[in-house]
């Protein structure tokens, strides 16, 4: 049976809908008749927080098999190092056009709109009061971040076992290419097995996807009514500005910036795109993780854009860390909102720095809930904004970062969209596992 229909006709997307739906309304009800009451802390701790966790953690538990998988799989279907390099180019230049488009747009935004200037004192005192727990341990976590130098020693792994358990997916990925380059030069037999396991263990996770991503619609549901229920229309109206300005510079990004990049230059209607990308728009949305999409967006890259599946297994793994173009927006727009609250003059300078800042930050952001924080109370540190002040917009983070998530992913199909449009047949060679077994099989002839 498709993932796309159930035995009932409805299709996944409609039915995510309705769990949307019923999540926000159920949760708004929720918090208006007994936000403080035992009972809804009782259902959110007992009934819908596990069922959504329980869905996510399913999720994470494909992501290393599939990143180390597809990339090995993406690299060795490359072949030619010279065409890899192509790829990887044409990727590292979309990601970086991407990322700027959306942090400029942001630094803009949060210059014209002001959402720091105004807000109430007492109002601001008593957010950051009520996030300063988690707010402090953030601004600490930040500080005993590695930076500069040992940040790119870290891309290479010493421990490639304790670097996948400790969810470190850029290390895993340096560590799937570099082997997935040396599989495409030592064509024999011991290599083509290697190569055909990867195969299988991708198909496998495919499949586990395939059941996983049925249950969506109801982790969707738990997911939303939790977040909705807790957080209630006060937080929102109180730091209303600030989330606006946040989610007007995401909508501008996902509706008017990447339909221009997939017309212009890839050739594709952006109706036909976002249709086609819909369980993975989802299911970022609910997930509030690229990694935890990743599955679903290889599945939609690969069989619903028709994006060759070297390019989408190569661009959408390395996409699922590298390309947050929601998240550097998010983080440009936050430091300035905070900068703005605390009074700190930052010149024209300063905030062209910020603008670099956020997109590197973005590109080592964690591609988890709440993995741009961090990085966030870093780069305040550094511009002499007191980092603590994060605890201000705790409050309503989840609901942003579920929004800046689907931007990110979103931005993902785009780019392997833009770097398939943008390739030669010269550049895609027929470098299939079966087109590898069969150079294997004349290894020893040509010994």
């Keep these: 049976m498709s993932v796309e229909t159930s ?6 997307h409609w039915k995510m809908g309705i769990g949307f739906a019923v999540g926000i309304g159920a949760g708004l009800l929720a918090n208006l008749h007994g936000a403080d009451a035992p009972w809804l802390q009782g259902l959110i701790t007992w009934v819908t927080d596990p069922i959504g ?6 999720l994470f538990m494909l992501v290393v098999p599939l990143v180390f998988s597809a990339l090995v799989l993406g690299v060795v279907e490359i072949g030619n190092p010279k065409s890899l390099g192509r790829i990887g180019g044409r990727t590292l230049l979309w990601i970086l056009v991407g990322t700027s488009i959306a942090v400029a747009i942001g630094l803009l935004l949060v210059n014209v709109i002001q959402p720091g200037v105004g807000l109430p004192p007492e109002l601001a005192q008593d957010l950051i009061a009520q996030g300063s727990e988690r707010g402090g341990q953030i601004a600490a976590a930040a500080r005993e971040a590695p930076n500069g130098i040992q940040i790119l020693l870290n891309i290479v792994p010493r421990n490639v076992v304790d670097a996948a358990a400790k969810g470190d997916l850029i290390a895993v990925m340096f560590f799937a290419l570099m082997v997935g380059i040396a599989a495409t030069m030592i064509r024999n037999r011991a290599t083509t097995a290697f190569v055909e396991a990867c195969q299988g ?16 619609p109801y982790a969707v549901a738990a997911l939303l009514f939790g977040i909705v229920a807790k957080l209630g229309v006060d937080v929102l109206a109180q730091l209303a500005k600030y989330v606006g300005t946040v989610i007007f510079a995401l909508a501008l990004q996902l509706f008017v910036v ?5 017309k212009l230059f890839g050739g594709r ?4 795109f976002f249709k086609a990308s819909e369980p993975a728009i989802m299911t970022a ?8 999409t990743l599955p679903t967006t290889l599945m939609v890259a690969e069989e619903r854009l028709g994006v060759p599946r070297r390019v989408a297994r190569f661009v959408c793994t390395l996409g699922a860390t590298a390309n947050m ?10 430091i300035l909102f905070l900068a703005q609250f605390f009074g700190v003059e930052l010149s024209l300078g300063q905030q062209v720095l910020v603008l670099a800042m956020c997109i590197l930050g973005a590109i080592g952001a964690a591609g988890v809930p709440g993995g741009s924080l961090p990085v966030i109370a870093m780069i305040l540190a550094m511009f002499g904004i007191p980092p603590e002040g994060i605890g201000l917009i705790l409050g309503v983070d989840r609901l942003l970062d579920m929004c800046r998530t689907t931007v ?5 199909l785009a780019i392997s969209t833009l770097v398939a449009r943008g390739l030669g047949e010269g550049d895609l060679p027929g470098t299939g596992p079966e087109d590898f077994e069969a150079e294997a099989i004349d290894e020893p002839a040509r010994r």
């Design 325 to 334: 173009n929601g998240t550097a927006m998010f983080e440009g727009i936050t």
């Design 269 to 272: 209607s952006p109706a036909v």
């Design 53 to 58: 966790q329980l869905f996510l953690r399913l």
């Design 201 to 216: 263990l991708f198909d496998i996770c495919l499949r586990l996807i395939e059941w996983i991503i049925r249950l969506a």
């Design 408 to 412: 990110n992913v979103t931005g993902d």
């Design 285 to 292: 949305f609910s997930t509030s993780s690229s990694s935890a």
């Design 258 to 262: 990447f339909p221009l990049l997939i």
């Design 7 to 12: 035995r009932s006709g409805l299709s996944l």
